[in-house]
């Protein structure tokens, strides 16, 4: 089971991908949160690509695709922000690491612009969480392992904004690339988590899955 998650940022790609994870068993790959754990761990992958991140642009695709290689070593997984440009998509088609299915999530601006200037996460695991929307029971602190939430640096007005034209300047060509190849599922992802994931496990493709 080869998914794709797709849509802009603050689509709600990550918090999907975990709930897709914890119920089909399938290895959530987030190449932000990989860039990110390389910059925590001064990885000189991450070290080069710290610059790019803080502007809100892509960083080189050579520093992603190295980074990412090592963990595509499984067929079950949720890939959650890469490929995010065709150089990136035929770098998989190399590698024959094909995907089965493309769920972009789809989101007006401003449902957008909300849910990234709200989102908070966990420093110690990762959990996300949204000040208004799916706020921790304590404030600041993390249901799960008690760490610390954090905001991310691009996660602040004026990143967000070039994250979006970078979204639609080179990501968004990947709809339809997908489109064309006959394995994109458009989903309404305005509402909340739970609706959106119901959506996706009413895809008879998933649906199909479930018990395997
Ligand atoms: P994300 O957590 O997916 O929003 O990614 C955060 C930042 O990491 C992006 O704004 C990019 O700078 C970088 N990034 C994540 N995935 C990729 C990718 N596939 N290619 C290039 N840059 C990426």
Redesign the pocket.
Known sequence: MKILMMGP?GAG??TIAEMLSENFGVVHL????I??DAIKENNPLGMK?KA??E???????E??IEL?KEKLNTDKFVL??????LA?VKKLEEANIGIDIVLNLQVDEETIISRISGRRICEKCGKIYHLKNMPPKKNGICDVCGGKLYQ?K?DKPQTIKE?LN?YKRQTEELIKYYGEKGILKNIDAGGNKETTYAKITDLEWLKKRRYK
């Open positions: 940022p790609k990550g987030s190449s932000g949160d860039l990110r690509a790019f991140m502007k809100g642009v892509l960083v080189p695709d520093i992603i990412m959650d922000g890469f490929p995010r440009n990136q991310r691009d994250r970078t």
